[in-house]
Structure formats: C-alpha cells, structure tokens
C-alpha cells in the first residue's frame, strides 16, 4: 500500500491554457474524491465517484473543469481555458466503501497537485 | 448550509504546554465530526472522529468530545511537543462522502 499518488505535484501555467492532473487512488477503494483549497482555507468539496460513476459535482466545478475515472481506477481532472481564480491546491483522496455504505469511511488523501495560474 | 468555524492560528506553543484549538460547527441533524492533521510537506492524515454527540476521538494523545449542546468539538492535547506542529483542520459530515472543513489552525510548538 503506498498511499493515493497525485501527479504532478506543481503545475505552472499560463491563463487560457488547459490543464490535467492525475490522482492514482489506493488500490482496491471503491470511492475516490477531489477537494481544491486556496490559501489560508480548508479543502472544499468538488466531486466524488463510485468506482467509475461520478455520483455528485460540486457547483463549485464550472462548465471548463471535468473529472472522470475510467474502470474505476485512477481520475483525472482536468480544467479548461485556466483562468488566475483557478490557482490552488487539487486534492485527491480515497477510501473503500461499496455504493451502500452509509457510515463514513476514512478518506486517505495525497499530497495535492499545486497550480499556479500567472 | 453547514459550516466548521475554528479558531484562527497560529497557535505557538513551548513543549510540554497545554494545547487546545476550538472548533465550532453548524449542521442540521447529527454530522460526524473529525479533525484532521497536515503536517508540513504530507497530505492531510484523519487524527481521530467522533460519530455521536458525547463521544470522545482519541489518537496519539489528543482528543476532542462531541458536545451536541454547545456545538462544539474543542482539540486537546496535556503534553504537546516539537513534532505537534502542523497545520490541525475541523471537518465534518452529514453523508458517507462528503467533508467540510473548517480553515485550519496552524500550530507551532517551540523547544
């Protein structure tokens, strides 16, 4: 077990420009999710999917960003046409839990993806 | 909608002092509640959960009580020291998946 990976960990990009990270999630966690926080403020909450089944999106991810998990393994996230608002941390966790677990199951979070929008 | 409000930091401590960070929440119904820990350069790391009102998290000396009546899930700690220091976050959650988190209370505690 070597934890929930993301990939990269810094990420400097002009506005405008598209962008995509990577979260490889702890093998065999049914559940992955992504949370963005600034500076100074705890995660929020962006998206969430079981296995492959994007189940809830914040409408804090506008149309330009998109998240998918194909065969339920690792996700991507990407945003579009980057804009300065963007620059964050994007944080990655996961955790097991089938569709009908009703208690919480403790989220293993990764070391974030840093992006810098100039 | 719900809400963690903590207390702002940082908190700067000498070793072997009394550590407490508040942490103050609104939801309806019965969220669990949970304070994670970010220590500098890792990702956040669960330190210890509360699921209904009267329990008390405990992990690694620390611990906090789920006070229903106030509100309330202070962080405590009797002794804290020099590897204590990191970045403490209050969340909770009223489903199976989503947390919300307080701003974090950045904690330095000195030799």
């Known amino acids: 077990d070597t934890g929930v990976s993301q990939d990269p960990r810094h990420k400097i990009t002009k506005r405008g420009q598209n962008v995509t990270f990577r979260c490889d999630p702890i093998s065999e966690h049914n559940r992955l999710y992504w949370y963005r926080q600034t500076l100074g403020q705890g995660p929020e909450f962006l998206t969430y999917?079981?296995?492959?089944?994007?189940?809830?999106k914040s409408r804090l991810l506008s149309d330009r960003f998109s998240a998918e998990r194909p065969k339920g393994s690792f996700s991507t996230l990407e945003i579009q046409r980057t804009e300065q608002g963007d620059s964050a941390m994007y944080l990655c966790?996961?955790?097991?839990?089938?569709?009908?677990?009703?208690?919480?199951?403790?989220?293993?979070f990764g070391p974030g993806t840093r992006l810098t929008v100039l | 909608g719900d809400s963690v409000t903590q207390m702002e930091g940082p908190v700067t401590l000498s070793e072997e002092a009394f550590l407490t960070i508040n942490c103050t929440y609104t939801a309806t119904g019965y969220p669990s509640l949970f304070w994670y820990v970010q220590y500098p350069g890792e990702g956040l790391q669960l330190l210890l959960k509360a699921t209904k009102a009267d329990d008390k998290g405990s992990n690694k000396g620390f611990e906090a009580t789920y006070r229903k009546e106030t509100t309330s899930f202070h962080l405590e700690k009797g002794s804290v020291q020099v590897s204590d220091s990191a970045v403490y976050f209050c969340?909770?959650?009223?489903?199976?998946?989503?947390?919300?988190f307080g701003s974090g209370t950045r904690l330095l505690v000195r030799p």
């Open positions: 999917f079981q296995n492959e089944a994007q189940l809830e």
């Open positions: 969340a909770l959650s009223r489903s199976s998946y989503k947390l919300i």
């Open positions: 966790a996961s955790s097991p839990g089938g569709l009908l677990a009703r208690s919480y199951n403790e989220q293993f």
